[in-house]
């Protein structure tokens, strides 16, 4: 018997027992469609994270205050206040920083009107457009001469202007608007972004830092300074620049702890892709048992196929059939029924991550690595655990089995 010969007998007698054979996938569809679906959640939850990492601005390096220490507590880190505006002027751009942004802020009650809003006031200079990538709507953003100036005028958020006037279309530019009783113009209106899942943009005024530190916070430190390197490959000698002014200028001693803290966005994207990477392989993982389960089915309905057609066993091998024909009969049978579920499994597992990723109103991502891996895994399951029941068959000794009742 040939092998196109040993696959349509196969697939006739997988026939004969339609719900038999169905059950028996049952159990590889659900192995299939749950490791397809889990590695899909797991790539569109790190693809989210990655998104939302790299929507806090390009090449970004946070440089923060260090930690207080009052009467041997030490405070978490920025909770000194180390940092100034010269720190920020120190800072030299050129081949491996971009630009820099020195950044105060602090939470305020916003009045237009009859309409208030509780949100945050960020103070800061021209470049930190450059650095978050900020998009005007209408009207324009901060300039320098706005902070020489110690201007009053103001960016805002559309969730801003929805909250203060009712609607994200209505015209507030050039109009004046109370933070903490101060009175500020609004001179432009940044597009909508949504949530980058740390900060929304959107419900943000910006100003000139020079007037938020006079006239909103009474200080003249910074909370953090933001630097944006030229490119991806300069972010390591951009920190190491940063370094190596900020100790000159703060004046810390050889082998003494740094006033501040230096952090760089690729280590932060590196360390989340790797924590989700590992959830992802954890979910594939435990998901992957079921595929073992699946796989346990099939070789002990294949046994029951073995112990009931014995008689038929019997009589081919009486007729000339030989043991490899048996053996491959049965193992093609084992392997079409772990075939068959991981294809269906292949279609359930990418309905179920879309639903999934809109239940959970994220993006998934299904790679054709991990499509491929199931689905061979679910083939070579049905090679190993049918590979059993198939020698059993073929190791018949064909007058034992004509004589089975």
Known sequence: MNFFESIRVSLRALRANKLRSALTMLGMIIGVAAVIAMVGIGNGATASITSQIQGLGS??????????????????????????MADADKIEVGTAIKAVAPVSSASAQVVAGSGNTSTTITGTTQDYQIIKNVSIASGRFITTADVDSDARVAVVGPTVVTNLLGDANATIIGKTIKINNVPFQVI????????????????????????????????????????????????????????????????????KPDDFTVQNQADILASMQGVTQ???????????????????????????????????????????????DILLQFLIEAVVLSVLGGGIGIALGYGGSSLAGAAL????????????????????????FGVFPAKKAASMDPIDALRFE
């Open 59 to 84: 090449n970004l390096l946070t440089i923060s205050s260090g930690q207080s220490n009052a009467g041997g507590v030490k405070g978490g880190a920025g909770s000194s206040n180390t940092l100034t």
């Open 188 to 255: 432009g209106v940044t597009t909508a972004t949504g949530s980058t899942g740390f900060q929304s943009s959107d419900d943000m005024i910006t100003a000139p830092i020079s007037t938020v530190q006079e006239r909103l916070i009474g200080k003249k430190t910074v909370r953090s300074i933001l630097v944006s390197a030229t490119s991806a490959d300069f972010m390591q000698q951009a920190q190491d620049q940063i370094t190596v002014t900020l100790e000159e200028t703060h004046k810390i001693p050889t082998g």
């Open 278 to 324: 590992t959830l992802t392989m954890l979910l594939g993982g435990i998901a992957g048992i079921s595929l073992l389960v699946g796989g346990i089915g099939i070789m002990n309905i294949m046994l029951v196929s073995v112990t009931e057609r014995t008689r038929e066993i019997g009589i081919r091998k009486a007729i000339g059939a030989k043991s490899m």
């Open 361 to 384: 109103k994220m993006s998934t991502s299904i790679s054709m690595t991990s499509v491929l891996v199931a689905f061979g895994f679910s083939a070579a399951i049905g090679i190993v």
